[in-house]
């Protein structure tokens, strides 16, 4: 029944529609569509029959976005999602810590948002603790809780006892030879100066207890040990000297930790003082004269530093005065300058005025300058005296003369051979025997006012071993000292060893200051040179000699001779081993160079192997030998001076010149002859040679004679015989003679004095 119904009812609904949309249908075929627009879904429509023209539109999306999906732009219908945020990886604006939260910032890589996010605190990353830590954070460095404790170990190996100054070596030894640090309760009381491996030295700064510490690096082990510092009182003795006035002394001990300290202030009549010497110091300069001390050195006060008992010894200088002058002798066109050195003057002597006086106003005249003027010929002599102190003085003696240029020849020679200020050294002797110390006094002038005289009685067996008799060409004279100086080695002693067979070895001449003896023949070979049988040659360099050149041979990398940098043809000898020798292995005195037909050429050399020396040959075979005396209680300047004649006669006899004098060492290297070389004396041996040679030379037809007018100086062959405290001047006579006519001169010169010497 409700079926029938409800079948009926849908009839009814049908029928009405129809009958509605036959009206509207109808309505608009008389009035015509009135359409609205056409949607996304649906095409035009009449709003009054529902009539439909064309298509829908259909929808006009836009691109989806981070946070939209894609959208109609007419109806807003979506379509799908939105693409969401693209972060990138962020930045941190704040780091976070173990306790405190950071924060990152994040930016959207498609539409730039940004976004801050918090970062969570960290929280602690505790380590396990160690002996040098409690439990660190590893990240913020809180700790918690303890370090482990260090194990007090036994490692220390040291004296618990020290002075001041001292040093002490320790001994520190831990378990597996663990590496180690050293720390002291407090660095000014001790120090540590040097730590390897175990081995450590540790040095006492002041007085006091002090606790050294040694920690293995980790802190695992340790070890302290108390060390007690004391500090010792030393003696000061202060070394009493003649005429040395010591003032009332109260510093007779002293601290170390006191110092620096001042010294007490001695005084000696007529010295000024210098300071104090300790031994080191006296045993540095030994004998030599204070001239060469470098007085900066002697102690005014104990410096800092100091240890142990002190035994100071007074240094004084001699309050004098030393003259500088050009010459001693001006002709009546001249003036002289005299040049005042003021020595070991107090502050008040340097304020006194220096007053200069002639003793003889007609001869000349000195200003108060020290300016000499000449007033007429002859000799007289100058006195440079302090105002306010007279006793400080020193005389001078000038010789004018009318016209030095117009003076004899020979005359002017033995001018120019007047010694302004007489050689007065210490020096030191070298004999096999024993080695000894003297006072070299020099003489009044280079040239010796005595006969040359030779001893021709003891000759040596032609034939011998040590004279073979054969002869060669002499091109060389060979000086050598005998380095013997027992007092009984003189000159005839050691020409009846060379007549004896003098052990294989020979020489020419002995000289000495009693006598000159020949006991081989000049033209004979003789073994003294130690250069054996090598004889003298001259090679042709490849070098074109040059004018005014120094000649010095130095040797090349690749062991050329070169003359004054230029590599010449000839190779330098080879060492025994084969290797090139150098420059400084060339003997002191040079390699032999001559010049002939305008070129250079060298002389034969050979290697020393004894001596490490490239030496010249010719030794034994073509020179003349002459061994000098050295013996103790002899007089070596005569000795030096007897020789040089000698040798101004040999080299005239020769033929030879100046240049061909050589010493030992020229040979083979040896350091002979050794007293001469070693107290820097062969080149004034060199300047009596010279006057020697040149005066035979050119003037042996005339007689020269020698009056000493100081005879208590001066010995009449010119040697000076005895020194004063201070600086004298001494004259002396010169006449020569030739052809009835004799020319007489007065000369001076200054003997140092004593006190160059005295060190107080």
């Known amino acids: ?403 030095l240029d117009g003076l004899d020849e020979l005359l002017k020679i033995l001018i120019e051979a007047n010694v302004k200020e007489v050689i007065a050294k210490n020096i030191t002797v070298t004999g096999y025997q024993f080695i000894y110390g003297m006072r070299l006094r020099g003489s009044v002038s280079n040239y010796l006012f005595a006969e040359h005289f030779v001893d021709e009685t003891i000759l040596t067996p032609l034939n011998s071993e040590n004279r073979p008799g054969d002869v060669h060409e002499k091109y060389y004279i060979c000086v050598h000292d005998t380095a013997s100086s027992a007092k009984t080695a003189d000159a005839k002693q050691h020409a009846q060893y060379v007549q004896n067979g003098g052990g294989g070895t020979s020489w020419h001449y002995s000289a000495g200051d009693t006598g000159i003896y020949h006991q081989i023949p000049d033209n004979e070979r003789a073994y003294h040179a130690g250069d054996g049988s090598r004889e003298y040659h001259l090679n042709d360099s490849g070098l074109l000699a040059k004018p005014n050149a120094m000649m010095k041979v130095t040797i090349s990398e690749d062991g050329y001779f070169e003359i004054d940098g230029e590599k010449s043809q000839i190779k330098a000898p080879l060492k025994s081993n084969n290797q090139i020798p150098t420059t400084s292995e060339i003997n002191d005195a040079g390699i032999r160079v001559v010049v002939q037909n305008g070129k250079y050429y060298i002389g034969d050399t050979w290697w020393s192997d004894t001596y490490k020396r490239v030496s010249n040959t010719g030794g034994n075979v073509n020179s003349i030998g002459i061994e000098t005396m050295v013996n103790q209680g002899s007089d070596l300047y005569l000795t030096w001076q007897k020789t040089a004649k000698l040798v101004a006669h040999l080299l005239i006899d020769n033929n030879l010149t100046i240049n061909d004098v050589k010493p030992h060492h020229f040979f083979s290297g040896k350091n002979c002859p050794q007293t001469m070389r070693d107290n820097d004396l062969w080149d004034n041996f060199l300047t009596l040679v010279s006057f020697e040679y040149r005066i035979l030379k050119d003037y042996s037809d005339y007689e020269i004679s020698f009056e000493s007018l100081d005879k208590t100086y001066v010995n009449d062959k010119g040697r000076v015989i005895k020194q004063e405290m201070k600086d004298i001047t001494v004259s002396y006579n010169i006449t020569v003679t030739k052809d009835g006519v004799s020319k007489t001169i007065t000369l001076s010169t200054i003997i140092p004095g004593n006190s160059r010497f005295l060190f107080g």
């Not at 946070?67 to 799908?80: I, Y």
């Not at 220390?156 to 180690?180: G, R």
């Not at 309760?185 to 040095?203: N, P």
């Not at 530093?305 to 004084?316: C, R």
């Open 1 to 403: 029944m409700k079926t029938k119904r409800f079948i009926l009812l849908v009839f009814v609904i049908l029928l009405l529609s129809t009958f509605v949309s036959c009206k509207k249908k109808s309505e608009c075929e008389k009035n015509g569509h009135q359409y609205v627009d056409a949607t996304c879904i649906n095409p035009k429509t009449c709003k009054i029959c529902g009539m439909t023209e064309g298509e829908a539109l259909g929808h006009d999306y836009s691109d989806a976005t981070c946070t939209k999906p894609k959208t109609c732009k007419r109806c807003n219908m979506t379509d799908g999602d939105s693409l969401g945020h693209n972060w990138n990886d962020g930045e941190i604006i704040k780091k976070a810590t173990c306790t405190e939260s950071g924060m990152e910032k994040y930016t959207c890589d498609v539409c730039k948002k940004i976004e801050e996010r918090v970062i969570d605190p960290l929280g602690h990353k505790y380590s396990e603790a160690t002996h040098l830590a409690p439990a660190t954070c590893e990240r913020c460095g809180d700790t918690i809780g303890e370090k482990l404790p260090s194990v007090l170990v036994d490692a220390i190996q040291a004296n618990d006892n020290m002075s001041v100054n001292e040093q002490q070596e320790i001994e520190i030894h831990f378990s597996n030879d663990q590496a180690y640090q050293i720390e002291f309760s407090d660095d000014t009381m001790i120090e540590l100066i040097s730590q390897i491996g175990s081995i450590c030295v540790i040095k006492a700064l002041k007085e006091g207890q002090v606790t050294l510490i040694a920690k293995t690096t980790d802190m695992a082990e340790y070890d302290e040990i108390s060390i007690t510092i004391s500090e010792n009182t030393f003696a000061i003795n202060y070394k009493e000297k003649d005429n040395v006035v010591l003032p009332e002394i109260e510093l007779l001990t002293y601290k170390p930790s006191e110092l620096p300290l001042q010294l007490p202030v001695p005084t000696k009549e007529g010295y000024y003082f210098l300071g104090w010497a300790t031994p080191d110091i006296v045993t540095k300069y030994g004998n030599m004269a204070l001239e060469l001390w470098d007085t900066s050195i002697l102690w005014k006060e104990i410096p800092v530093g100091t240890t142990g008992d002190l035994a100071l010894t007074p240094m004084f200088g001699y309050t004098r005065f030393e003259l500088d002058v050009e010459t001693t002798i001006i002709d009546m066109n001249d003036n002289l300058k005299v040049n005042v050195i003021k020595k070991y003057f107090s502050a008040e002597q340097l304020l006194s005025k220096i007053v200069f006086a002639s003793t003889n106003d007609e001869i000349l005249t000195i200003d108060e300058e020290g300016i000499i003027t000449p007033k007429k010929t002859g000799y007289t002599t100058i006195t440079v005296s302090l105002e306010d102190y007279s006793n400080i003085n020193i005389t001078l003696g000038i010789t004018v003369v009318e016209d």
